[in-house]
């Protein structure tokens, strides 16, 4: 079967453009190795958003070191390095895409806002729930000293993060509305393909439901090996590839040894 041409990508707007309003997103991509999803994420995305005449970057934060995979502090980097040009951000799963144009990705400037809610996202259905797709203000994230940097393998780092959300005060909002249920968003992560790893090493099976008071944005510790701008079937991203470092003595389960 032939395959069918992409669609041709919308323009990005001009600075001086009002109806694309004031704010820019940071869209952060915790991303490894996950190059199909890659392929179709950037792309649609791009074109979601656009069509929504929200201005935005697409952030994609590859983790390159030999550590376990660390979505938390993959957002802390990319906040970070996201510039000045940006003043909120969504952490977005690569494997999650919105099908329903009504959901909102517009500044959330009143609180957190949860466009992934138990209600609408596929997997996932418990209240207290805040993964997926996440969106904060920069001055939000910074309140929570953003994500704990001690979860490494899948899971659990979302969880921590909404009592952070809670201790700083803030409220979760979440999509009204939104009458397509479970059908809202497409997962494309294919289980059998794509092993995730949830391993509990060591002392990880107790820290993992702890709360971490004391790290996050503050001694989130990398290096930007490379920093990338592509073009994916048109439309524009930068890949950064992230090096992590791990203390072994505080968190021994980073590496598989």
Known sequence: VPRQPCPPQPPPPPDDDPGWGPHRLALLVPFRERFEELLAFVPYMHRFLSTKRIRHRILVLNQVDHFRFNRASLI?????????????????DVDLLPLNEQLDYGFP????????????????????????????TKQHYELCNGMSNRFWGWGREDDEFYRRIKGAGLQVRRPTGIKTGYETFQHLH????????????????QEQFKVDREGGLNNVRYRIESRTALSVAGAPCTVLNILLDCDASETPWCTFG
């Open 76 to 92: 802390n980097v990319g906040f970070l390095e996201s510039g000045n040009d940006t003043d909120y951000i969504a952490m977005h």
């Open 109 to 136: 400037e009143e609180g957190p806002f949860h466009v992934a809610s138990p209600e609408l996202h596929p997997l996932y259905h418990y209240k207290t729930y805040v993964g997926g797709i996440l969106l904060l």
């Open 190 to 205: 294919d289980p059998a393909w794509r092993k995730r790893d949830q391993k509990r090493i060591a002392a990880q099976k």
